[in-house]
């Protein structure tokens, strides 16, 4: 992802595509989280690309892993046990309420990250030494379609309009998702890495690429 913009800009853009969904009541806090993290991760790039040989080579990714997971653990289980009033020391309300639930939402996501290390490769073109394969986007894809169903309620779809001509994807979720894509400055066909999601978060058919 390569965004221009600055956060604030990326923030409000971001909630603009949000607010088109119909968001349970309960998943307010959830929302605003989400667009502050997509937020800042495309206008910080501060993390390494993944490597062009990631598929062939995942020992340097699942050390890395395996240390994260096992301190978000330990994290959440210190959290079970400590006293509220310690919580409640935290000035910032924002940043120790969603302490220990965002633990627990990173590590079943953690736990799955390793368990397809191993086939990786699914619904992915493996690098033949030529361009890199866009795992970004993928990472983004993956990410909308598991908020979409969280947020809504519902299974992301895509509809094609039968009147247009060249089966246009059109539907709620894919509306959403190009928004989102577009905004954040992702590369890649939005269908393609639209579809690529829908069939990671329900796998049921292979793929492939426009």
Do not use: W
Request: net charge neutral; proline share 6%.
């Amino acid at each position: 992802m390569n965004s221009q913009k600055s956060t604030g800009q990326l923030t409000s853009d971001l909630t603009k595509a949000f607010d088109r969904l119909p968001i349970k009541d309960d998943q307010a806090n959830h929302l605003n989280n989400l667009i502050q993290v997509l937020a800042n991760g495309a206008s910080n790039a501060v993390h390494t690309p993944y490597s062009n040989h990631f598929i062939d080579k995942p020992a340097t990714l699942i050390p890395e892993l395996e240390g994260l997971l096992k301190r978000t653990r330990d994290l959440e289980q210190f959290l079970s046990k400590i006293h509220q009033s310690t919580i409640l020391a935290i000035p910032d309300v924002n940043a120790r309420a969603p302490l220990e639930h965002a633990c627990q939402r990173m590590i079943p996501a953690l736990e799955n990250a390793l368990n397809r290390i191993a086939s990786n490769d699914e619904g992915q073109e493996k690098d033949m030494g030529g361009r890199p394969v866009n795992y970004r986007s993928i990472q983004l894809a993956d990410i909308l379609a598991m908020n979409y169903k969280r947020l809504t309620g519902k299974t992301p779809t895509i509809t094609v309009d039968p009147i247009s001509v060249g089966n246009v994807a059109t539907g709620e979720f894919f509306t959403f998702f190009k928004s989102v894509f577009n905004i954040l400055g992702a590369k890649g066909n939005a269908e393609y890495f639209a579809r690529l999601a829908i069939d990671r978060l329900n796998p049921q058919k292979e793929i492939t690429p426009p």
